[in-house]
């Protein structure tokens, strides 16, 4: 999901001076041999997709104690390919556990051994579910990050395990908006591929050298039947060797064992102009069982010239009723991966100020918003620039990037904090920057779009406004903080006009930690764009300290406010 791994993170020093790694690292290299390879000379991607489910499941069950089961497969992008005889070093490790399931992380380089050459293919996140033992359900143990990516990754874990959860739910009412729409008859053109001619269908026996310990499929087994399916799919439409570019995020519906059949299944969903989407569904049965359904991947495949350059692919004609019904579906992913890819898969530094909302992409922001935040809190090299009654700031450089965090205490409870906070509208009470604060839209009970008016950063100048997303989030567990996420975005019903200078936010919020029953730690994190910074320059500089004021005023508003919660609007609460 986010664009951030390093391909290497070095060994951490304990206390006592020693080197040590993550426990639940392990670390898998394999020289690529041409049976390993397809019909270019470059590695079979199902053979790398068996490669990393099975590292990153040794890392789960290193973690777990006990065997675990791939649950799903977060989207992977392949950034390039793999030659024959070249290495490939493939690092999983647990970034966080929850009650009995965990998330791994995968990274995937590749290594020239001629010329002493590493770079990143890809990496991917999946989640994979601890087996129950003969005493019951396993309660797994927590994952302690020791270093500050480890930190990092811990944090934001729990954000993308939220996106799991609901991505079926983001699918299905975006499929569900496009349902009224049809196929256009333009696109019946003569000289397109019928869909029909892509279609496959393959069954696999599962004998013991495709089962795992446990004597159940392996889960990258699957993946390797499926890509193979969906590769010669594409095959059909392009008379050409594609290469696997992304697969969809997934999951697996049920297990197989030693003894079923397989049954696979592929066609071309649609092809754009430099690119196909794929459909793949397997199948298992025994005997005379009726099929079980056991995992559905949407791939998308490209087909590269002599320059390594997309080609331009055939257009294809669906077929009648559940033909164009995939037809349809395949546009709808198709503006998903582009949300993803523009507002979650590019790195911090490369996401604009302001993004266009809509509801389709309103989860996607939601996560790049709290994402943000979290990483932002979880750097270790804040400076310390003044402090007065209690209240610090602290200031970090880097990338030619200025971020500032304000730090105080309160004796007012966590989630009274949480509460208080949230909604904007009362931000005004204890933030001179805050003339006038108007809800826009309530997008759902975690996320809120507000307009907020501040007065000019200049004697003469024009007042600001900016058009604000507060993403909200509880604790995913009791060692988590509260968390009030807020970031620009574009309305097309609130443009900029010539009265107002519209400023725009790329990451803030409050970092809201429970330190006692009725005693709670607030962080207020900025990164300071052109709109926001001449508001605490001085402050950095030193030629002020009106941020104490600014939250002393907090504090109070808080300790003022703290039995009040019932009267705050039912949205808020």
């Known amino acids: ?69 791939t649950a799903s497969v977060d989207d992977i992008h392949f950034i390039t390919t793999i030659g024959v005889g070249q290495v490939v070093n493939i690092t999983a490790k647990v970034n966080r556990a929850f009650t009995s399931s965990m998330e791994v992380g995968i990274l995937v380089s590749c290594e020239d051994l001629f010329s002493n050459r590493q770079w990143k293919v890809c990496h991917a996140f999946a989640t994979f579910v601890a087996r129950r033992t003969e005493a019951g359900k396993v309660q797994l143990k927590q994952v302690i990050p020791r270093t500050q990516a480890e930190q990092m990754e811990y944090s934001l874990a729990a954000e993308r395990r939220r996106m799991r959860l609901i991505h079926a739910e983001i699918i299905n009412d975006l499929l569900s908006s496009c349902s009224s729409q049809t196929v256009s008859e333009r696109l019946d053109y003569q000289d397109a591929v019928p869909a029909e001619r892509t279609r496959v269908e393959s069954v696999e026996l599962v004998l013991p050298p495709h089962a795992n310990h446990q004597v159940s499929t392996f889960g990258g087994q699957i993946m390797a039947w499926m890509e193979n399916v969906a590769t010669i799919s594409a095959s059909r439409l392009c008379n050409a060797h594609p290469t696997l570019r992304s ?45 079980r359904h056991i995992n559905t991947a949407f791939m998308t495949f490209e087909v590269l010239d002599n320059d390594r350059k997309p080609c331009t692919l055939p257009r294809i004609r669906p077929e009648p009723v559940d033909g164009k019904r995939r037809f349809q579906e395949a546009i709808a992913r198709k503006k998903i991966r582009l949300d993803r ?20 992409n309103q989860m996607y922001l939601s996560y790049n918003n709290v994402s943000a935040l979290k990483m932002l809190a979880a750097r270790n090299n804040w400076v310390l620039t003044s402090e007065k009654n209690k209240v610090s700031l602290y200031t970090l450089e880097e990338n030619q990037t200025l971020c500032f965090k304000v730090e105080t205490h309160v004796a007012v409870a966590a989630e009274q904090v949480f509460l208080l906070l949230s909604d904007l509208r009362r931000r005004k009470a204890w933030d001179h920057h805050y003339q006038y604060v108007k809800l826009i839209t309530d997008s759902d009970e975690d996320d809120t779009i507000y307009r907020v008016v501040t007065p000019s950063v200049t004697k003469r100048g024009k007042v600001q406004d900016f058009i604000l997303l507060a993403s909200r989030r509880r604790p995913c567990d009791s060692g988590d903080p509260y968390l009030i996420a807020l970031r620009s975005v574009t309305l097309p019903s609130y443009p900029p006009t010539e009265d107002y200078n519209r400023g725009e936010v790329l990451c803030a919020g409050f970092s809201i ?61």
């Open 513 to 573: 930690w429970e330190e006692e029953n009725t005693f709670t730690k607030i962080s207020y994190y900025n990164q300071a764009t052109p709109g926001v910074l001449p508001y605490i320059s001085t402050d950095i500089a030193g030629l002020s300290s009106s941020f104490y004021c600014t939250f002393a005023s907090c504090s109070a508003f808080l300790q003022e406010n703290k039995e009040s919660l019932a009267s705050l609007p039912t949205s808020t609460l």
């Open 341 to 360: 890819k523009y507002i979650i898969s590019c790195k911090q530094s490369e996401v604009p100020l302001s993004v266009p909302w809509d509801p389709s």
């Open 1 to 69: 999901m986010m664009d951030n791994v390093p391909l290497e993170e070095p060994m951490f020093i304990l206390e006592n001076g020693e080197m040590c790694r993550n426990p639940t690292e392990v670390k898998m290299s394999q020289i690529v041999l041409p049976c390993h390879a397809n019909y270019c000379g470059e590695l079979s991607a199902g053979q790398l997709l068996k490669w990393m489910d099975s590292t990153a499941c040794l890392s789960a069950e290193r973690h777990a104690g006990c065997s675990c089961i």
């Open 247 to 291: 697969i969809d995020m997934f999951h697996f519906r049920g297990p197989s064992h030693i003894g079923d059949r397989l049954v696979l299944k592929a066609i071309v969903n649609n092809a754009f102009k430099k690119s196909m989407e794929v459909g793949v569904c397997a199948e298992a049965y025994q005997g005379g069982e009726p099929l």
